[in-house]
């Protein structure tokens, strides 16, 4: 079978009809087209099973009348997965290959449990409604060993560097550099140390300081391992999700590869709809990227909504119905303490996270500490049985310009600090939530007193929005503050796209996202002077000056995208490889003049080189002539 | 006749003829229709002909539920000209009402010319070929009268405020704040000086030190006095122009009136292609913003393109030809001397502004120094009888990362200082292009070397964008450059389109650069504290917070998209008042959680302050009760 009859085969077998097959298969197209000119390579570690995947971008030659040389093929950080490698058969109903099985299981500290541990799932499991749309071949679950910890930053506080661990330092530092541009600025990293080249064990200290984590959930051998620290290059993250309003579970499905494809380096599946636990088991089974979640979301809809009916028994057993079905970190919001909440009184938009406001509203309702406060250390002996990563959630995060920076703000900040502390006690891997909507002069503080507090945990920032102005173009307000705060510091940005505060993303919206987020991202890399975030840049800026239209599009973020803008103006194939670019036409063209001054200046530079030196010569030899006579004209000198 | 007729009968006298009616219809619709819930008023100023436009947005009431209070409307700064007012007749083919000309003649020192100085210009009128399509109501031309300086500069250094000064201070502080949620961050501003009130003296002040321009070429009265300097609200430009490849008069007025619409404060035009001339008498004509042109792009379609063939005497009169017709802004690349251009020879890109690469060229084929630098102080002659603002072109600015902030950009920057100097002894006008294409942490040195060596003459930066991976996302790249560049004391702000190195903009192009410049420069304004600035931003955010949602689409930048963004999720108009909000659905939405929150919290605060009242007032009396018994129970002491 073809990818493509697979991905319909199994579009049609989720519960929305709604798509006729014809539309299947386009879908099915766009999430599988391999991006011109592009090829899957794999890098292999020291060991056959480990095969690190990267984008190879193949380029033309420089035009003969410009030097005609060679220009390498460029590598890009890839995080599609096997969607885009033709060599393997894509079947939604069977979920991704395993890369990481064989890893976990050698490690021989897990088990295969007979069910699932919680109930919810195994009602779930035996529901007769619900197998309609059921992930047909859903594991037993793996969970650590009676007494044993499993998470990656565990093994790396033992000094184990684990294949996870290799597998990351090729991801991040080995391409094929020869031949390549690789001049660069010297970046302004604020004490983030940006080596040049990345190892397997810099990888494994950065677990074990807590500077870096590998969300890597032992039941989600299907993600490609990857990691977060601000001296790895800048992640994103796509949220996705269902809500009561609408949206199938193959369409979040399609969101999650669509997502992957233009980029997330992770996904938080945010459903708050029908159906959660559903949807979420096909989204992991088919993600090659570690997937977050807000298990109090689904908390919420167990006790109907009614956030003071939430007790610990039933978040306890939500966490655990999600672990057991891979979800890679949790955003727990643990530190909207009942002391900070009448701090936001006065707020001009209040609480705006969900997560925050439904504990806010559980903690005045019982006049008691957050209980996910108070329980942290169960939560933690949780998380290392799977390894799932905290993502310490910030519920008290401004919802506009006016509110940042605020006293309930810093003060969760603060106890976040106080958890990440706790959590590092039990080897759990922990990174920190940060806001929001925040003016540009006000963004370097929440980043210098999260370094402070939470003792250089990977800081997760929504943004932030630099203004409150421009709904509908959201992602760029915040791509400003995601940009910025990336270059101080920030591992990764949680993207945002245009529908933000208007509705629900659709595909475009969805890409919009991510593009913009890219964009964000590889800036801060940029500025911060990560070793190698320029060579894309090089290489594409020569592509441009040398008129190599077809290497320009294939190297840009979003190929289709720029190839089709320039087809609007000058649609005949034959003009891509015109000597002038589409601004100024066949006559008047910068670039194009730019170059006769280059050949202009280099036989200027020349001329003036060898009538220098032709001068620096006759002014020596006059010299040594004058030297020569004051000396009394005698080739040998007494000492 | 209404003005859609007269819009129609307008673009149907214009050359193109490839719309038909019907969408002639629909254009004017979309130039001159008002923005939803806004209406345009006038703030008169000291005299009853300075009439100061801005666009006045009517809120709801908050819902009954939330307190009921009104919500005064607010003033938002416009650019859009008489084609947002219904009271005025638009009517291309006469152009736009003078609002200046009075002003102008009662200064008594400029005469109406009986006929163009410009050879070219003369030229022109007279050829029957550009007869149909030349605008038909040309005036003549006026000029300083011999021995007078007519720039605002030259009145602001004799201590004259002038009505467009006036006219600028109202329109740049003047708002009715009654009620206005007026709070606001301390900003950081790298020492520009926001001043709470801008009156009619420091608007003098400012353009007398050089800190500010008001560009306002005594024939292009029809423009709305404006100013750019960074103790003001910072400013965008949108460029517009034809190619040889296409588009005509008629798209590049409605390309013009498009973009003032949404909130150009000036435009350039930057035509290369056919009839020049005649479009530019179009635009001026019609435009309610200041026209900026690089008249060394007409001056090389004179020469076929040969850049070799430039002379002063064509460049001159072009200078004149351009003048005369109401150029409110001259791009001059004066600064790129022809020592400085074996400088970029070892560039990744070379020389990419197209005034810069011609320049070069002419130098090198010459031998000699670039005939802008040596005509400067008769360019400056021509500049001051008609009162035309110096745009020092930034002809060296990097075209990629790699060559950002190199020797060959700041050498030129530093004459640009030095020809600063030299334009302001002649009392012209000046502002300073800069760049271009450069990453996060090497944007500040720009700005830091520019008000240094330019005395703080105003900063005009295109983007800079921050990465060179995203052809057709360059809006993008470039606004997180510009945002950051803005806050850092950049006056305005050239935008640039999604279509950026790859083809010419469309309209939906043009609206995306303007919308997302807007963000860029209301951001920096909030970095910076601009008073006021935020007012918009709380208002909108108090409407989201209390599910005003009419009321957030119409503060917003672009009330089209956010309505419509929001439709495509939630399109019964039942919706838009409803109490939660898109993302969440009808049970679970953080806004309504966060206001039960706000609620309670009150209450418990309340309890809490009586108690703590009641304590207080228990320990007092305790205490008192104490002291009274230690003294002896004596109602009265002794001193």
């Known amino acids: 079978m073809s990818p493509l009859t697979n991905l319909t085969a199994t579009t049609s077998a989720s519960p929305s009809a709604l798509h006729d097959v014809a539309h299947h298969e386009q879908e099915a197209k766009d999430l599988t087209r391999i991006l011109p000119a592009s090829r899957k390579v794999y890098i292999e570690g020291s060991r056959p099973d480990i095969l690190v995947p990267m984008r190879e971008i193949a380029l033309t030659e420089t035009p003969t009348g410009l030097g005609g040389e060679y220009n390498p093929p460029i590598h890009v950080y890839d995080t599609s997965g096997a969607y885009t490698d033709p060599n393997i058969q894509i079947d939604l109903n069977q979920g991704l290959p395993n890369v990481r099985e064989a890893w976990i299981e050698e490690r021989n500290d897990t088990e295969i449990l007979d069910q699932l541990s919680s109930e919810f799932g195994q009602a779930r499991l035996r529901d007769i409604r619900t197998a309609e749309f059921r992930f047909k071949h859903i594991s037993k679950p793996r969970r650590a060993k009676r007494g044993h910890n499993v998470t990656q930053m565990h093994y790396a506080k033992q000094g184990i560097i684990t294949p996870e661990m290799e597998y990351i330092a090729i991801r991040e530092s080995q391409r094929q550099l020869e031949g390549v541009d690789q001049r660069q600025h010297v970046g302004q990293n604020f004490g983030a140390h940006n080596l040049r080249h990345i190892s397997p064990e810099f990888v494994r200290h950065e677990v074990a300081a807590g500077r870096a984590i590998i969300p890597a959930n032992i039941n989600h051998p299907e993600a490609e391992p990857m990691i977060i620290g601000r001296n790895f290059l800048v992640k994103i993250n796509a949220n996705i999700g269902n809500s009561a309003l609408g949206s199938s579970i193959d369409e979040e499905v399609a969101k999650m590869t669509w997502a992957t494809r233009w980029g997330a380096d992770t996904i938080m599946d945010l459903s708050t709809g029908k159906n959660i636990h559903e949807t979420r088991e096909w989204i992991i089974r088919n993600s090659p990227v570690p997937i977050g979640t807000v298990p109090i979301y689904q908390a919420l809809e167990k006790v109907d909504g009614v956030a003071e009916n939430l007790t610990w028994e039933i978040f306890k057993d939500t966490l655990i119905e999600q672990a057991e079905q891979g979800v890679d970190y949790f955003?727990?919001?643990?530190?909207?303490?009942?002391?900070?909440?009448?701090?936001?009184?006065?707020?001009?938009?209040?609480?705006?996270?969900?997560?925050?406001?439904?504990?806010?509203?559980?903690?005045?309702?019982?006049?008691?500490?957050?209980?996910?406060?108070?329980?942290?250390?169960?939560?933690?002996?949780?998380?290392?049985?799977?390894?799932?990563?905290?993502?310490?959630?910030?519920?008290?995060?401004?919802?506009?310009?006016?509110?940042?920076?605020?006293?309930?703000?810093?003060?969760?900040?603060?106890?976040?600090?106080?958890?990440?502390?706790?959590?590092?006690?039990?080897?759990?891997?922990?990174?920190?939530?940060?806001?929001?909507?925040?003016?540009?002069?006000?963004?370097?503080?929440?980043?210098?007193?999260?370094?402070?507090?939470?003792?250089?945990?990977?800081?997760?920032?929504?943004?932030?929005?630099?203004?409150?102005?421009?709904?509908?173009?959201?992602?760029?307000?915040?791509?400003?503050?995601?940009?910025?705060?990336?270059?101080?510091?920030?591992?990764?940005?949680?993207?945002?796209?245009?529908?933000?505060?208007?509705?629900?993303?659709?595909?475009?919206?969805?890409?919009?996202?991510?593009?913009?987020?890219?964009?964000?991202?590889?800036?801060?890399?940029?500025?911060?002077?990560?070793?190698?975030?320029?060579?894309?840049?090089?290489?594409?800026?020569?592509?441009?000056?040398?008129?190599?239209?077809?290497?320009?599009?294939?190297?840009?973020?979003?190929?289709?995208?720029?190839?089709?803008?320039?087809?609007?103006?000058?649609?005949?194939?034959?003009?891509?490889?015109?000597?002038?670019?589409?601004?100024?036409?066949?006559?008047?063209?910068?670039?194009?003049?730019?170059q006769n001054v280059r050949e202009y200046a280099q036989n200027h530079q020349d001329e003036n080189n060898s009538e220098q030196n032709t001068q620096e010569v006759e002014m020596g030899l006059a010299q040594m002539k004058s030297e020569f006579q004051k000396q009394g004209q005698k080739l040998y000198h007494t000492v």
């Open 331 to 594: 955003t727990i919001h643990a530190g909207v303490l009942l002391r900070y909440v009448p701090m936001t009184a006065n707020r001009l938009t209040g609480i705006v996270s969900r997560g925050g406001s439904i504990m806010a509203q559980w903690c005045l309702a019982h006049h008691q500490e957050n209980f996910l406060y108070t329980h942290f250390d169960e939560i933690c002996e949780i998380m290392k049985a799977y390894d799932v990563s905290f993502s310490l959630g910030d519920g008290l995060r401004p919802g506009c310009i006016q509110d940042a920076n605020d006293e309930a703000q810093f003060s969760e900040l603060r106890t976040l600090g106080e958890l990440t502390h706790r959590a590092w006690q039990h080897d759990v891997q922990v990174m920190i939530e940060g806001p929001g909507h925040v003016p540009m002069h006000m963004i370097k503080e929440n980043m210098d007193l999260q370094l402070e507090v939470c003792q250089e945990a990977p800081f997760y920032t929504l943004g932030p929005l630099t203004t409150d102005i421009a709904p509908g173009y959201d992602h760029i307000t915040s791509a400003i503050g995601a940009a910025m705060i990336g270059w101080y510091g920030t591992a990764m940005l949680c993207y945002v796209t245009p529908k933000e505060h208007l509705g629900l993303p659709n595909k475009k919206d969805v890409k919009d996202g991510i593009i913009t987020y890219k964009i964000a991202a590889h800036a801060a890399d940029l500025a911060k002077g990560h070793p190698g975030a320029q060579v894309r840049d090089n290489a594409l800026s020569k592509a441009r000056f040398e008129f190599r239209w077809e290497d320009q599009f294939n190297l840009s973020l979003d190929p289709d995208t720029a190839r089709s803008m320039h087809d609007e103006t000058l649609p005949k194939e034959a003009h891509k490889s015109a000597h002038f670019c589409s601004m100024c036409g066949p006559k008047f063209c910068s670039m194009k003049i730019s």
